[in-house]
């Protein structure tokens, strides 16, 4: 079995800063692309950003130069730095990952449980 377990979120000031991790656990023998996800109440899950095995990362046109997508493969962990937050970017956070749990295995997509992110004064 394969966990992800997100941790940073909370609730921050319009233009501060927040840092929000996502480590896997478990059966693992390679991990593809790592991303993130957010949505917000009433709306649709928009992708945030992904990272891929290369390091290479693709941001959304909202958050472009404001968040800053990294990962550790050492620790299987995938992070997202998030400066100069604004309330729009408030939603429940969540992470993605492509694993691979032998080298027999097929690429399977898996969910963290999701972290809030609140912007508000």
């Known amino acids: 079995q394969v966990q992800l377990v997100e941790s940073g979120g909370g609730l921050v000031q319009p233009g501060g800063s927040l840092r929000l991790s996502c480590a896997a656990s478990?059966?693992?023998?390679?991990?593809?692309?790592m991303a993130w996800y957010r949505q917000a109440p009433g709306k649709q899950r928009e992708l945030v950003a992904i990272?891929?095995?290369?390091?290479?990362?693709t941001y959304a046109d909202s958050v472009k130069g404001r968040f800053t997508i990294s990962r550790d493969n050492a620790k299987n962990t995938v992070y997202l730095q998030m400066n100069s937050l604004k309330p729009e970017d408030t939603a429940v956070y969540s992470c993605?990952?492509?694993?691979?749990?032998?080298?027999?295995?097929?690429?399977?997509?898996?969910w963290g449980q999701g972290t809030q992110v609140t912007v508000s004064s």
């Open positions: 993605n990952a492509l694993i691979r749990s032998s080298r027999l295995d097929s690429w399977r997509g898996y």
């Open positions: 478990g059966s693992i023998f390679s991990i593809n692309v």
């Open positions: 990272i891929r095995s290369d390091g290479s990362p």
